[in-house]
Nanobody, 115 residues
């Protein structure tokens, strides 16, 4: 099966940058979608960005122009480069992998942006 390990979260000041990483391991077929979600207490988990195996990307309106998702298929790793961070970006960020209509989730990594 699939396991996802996330890293890169932390505390930054507004305007700063972070790069999140999510490494997938296990029995992974070559065609899969990887996504980043985020969630704050009391709110629904929201899609931040997604990327297909072919490299097509999509972003939430709130992060367009500031965040960039990418993947390294050889390493089974997806990244989220976050620039110009705002306080409202504070959340737990979760990596998601969709494989054969089954969703796998990472443990989450906390991002805190101070004002």
């Amino acid at each position: 099966q699939v396991q996802l390990v996330e890293s890169g979260g932390g505390l930054v000041q507004a305007g700063g940058s972070l790069r999140l990483s999510c490494a997938a391991s296990g029995r992974i077929f070559s065609i899969y979608v990887m996504r980043w979600y985020r969630q704050v207490p009391g709110k629904q988990r929201e899609l931040v960005a997604g990327i297909t195996s072919g490299g097509s990307t999509n972003y939430a309106d709130s992060v367009k122009g500031r965040f960039a998702i990418s993947r390294d298929n050889a390493k089974n790793t997806v990244y989220l480069q976050m620039n110009s961070l705002k306080h409202e970006d504070t959340a737990v960020y979760y990596c998601n992998l969709e494989l054969i209509n089954v969703n796998y989730w990472g443990q989450g990594t906390k991002v805190t942006v101070s004002s």
